[in-house]
């Protein structure tokens, strides 16, 4: 099971971030990655990390801007959003994947998913 929580409403320039707690299993070596879909749209890879930490994708539209990371001790996956822009409002769901080789491209591979957290940013 995943669980994120941080998300909210932020000003443009604002920041958040997001946290993904797994819980039932350990995150090592598992692939993980961050989606979104806003209103109308199909659901983007954000930004995703390869089981062994040795690949790490961003969308063009978030690089420079967004982090993400793991803290294995902890079972957590983070995405720091920094300068957000309006465009960047979307259910943001967090993804886990036990082979350790699923993309951002392909979000089909990944076999477990979070609930979603709702993050807005509107002035």
């Known amino acids: 099971q995943l669980l994120e929580s941080g998300g909210g409403l932020v000003q443009p320039g604002g920041s958040l971030r997001l946290s993904c707690v797994a819980s039932?299993?350990?995150?090592?070596?598992?692939?993980v990655g961050w989606f979104r879909q806003a209103p109308g749209k199909e659901r983007e890879g954000v930004s995703c990390?390869?089981?062994?930490?040795?690949?790490?994708y961003y969308a063009d539209s978030v690089k420079d801007r967004f982090t993400i990371s793991r803290d294995n001790a902890k079972s957590t996956v983070y995405l720091q959003m920094n300068s957000l822009k309006p465009e960047d409002t979307a259910v943001y769901y967090c993804?886990?994947?036990?082979?350790?080789?699923?993309?951002?491209?392909?979000?089909?591979?990944?076999?477990?998913w979070g609930q979603g957290t709702q993050v807005t940013v509107s002035s």
């Open positions: 993804a886990t994947d036990h082979t350790g080789w699923a993309t951002c491209s392909r979000p089909g591979e990944y076999d477990t």
């Open positions: 039932g299993f350990t995150l090592p070596s598992y692939a």
């Open positions: 990390l390869s089981g062994s930490d040795s690949t790490t």
